[in-house]
């Protein structure tokens, strides 16, 4: 099994909601990551998470919270997002965090801010 | 910092041409390299991987070659179909601190019957 399942795969929230994206993977990966990707850009790194706990930040705004409840999910909180946040967010996993291998990818969630 | 360019799109061709998709890397150290294909609203799908140099990373007819002195991963195919249609990244990953993926702009491929 070399699936990563996010869910919802589609989201529309307005700016005063709160809602949570989640991921899941059960490949035995210890590391989990979330990507957020623009309209015909590529996938830019938000978070990493490395043995369940949050190694790397790149410096997301605070509306965004991460959670990693157990190796094999993840979740993102959504608090007062703004409409320059609707983009596609992809989770990921690798079986570590420091080794320069692969990721594997969710089909991602649409989220729409309005 | 390390880095990755890609040529830029979209890429139209007929069914059956011939495919090439430059890619070429500044990073510190050897990085593994990646192709990764997007289709029209899905994630990303690992295409193929190279670890070191010289090897050559292929699956569903698609390749590419690690090559260090042009520290370049082409990506090529004999024979595209319309189901090959996507958007294309090439990708690193760093040899030093955590594993984040360097992804290039992307390449639109648009093939045609």
Redesign the interface.
Known sequence: DTEVTQTPKHLVMGMTNKKSLKCEQHMGHRAMYWYKQKAKKPPELMFVYSYEKLSINESVPSRFSPECPNSSLLNLHLHALQPEDSALYLCASSPTATENTEAFFGQGTRLTVV | GDSVTQMEGPVTLSEEAFLTINCTYTATGY??L?W?VQYP??????LL?ATKADDKGSNKGFEATYRKETTSFHLEKGSVQVSDSAVY?CA????R?????I????TRLAVHP
């Open positions: 990085p593994s990646f990764y609203g899905e994630g990303l799908q690992l991987k990244f690193l990953s760093r040899t601190g955590y594993n984040k993926l992804f290039g702009a992307g």
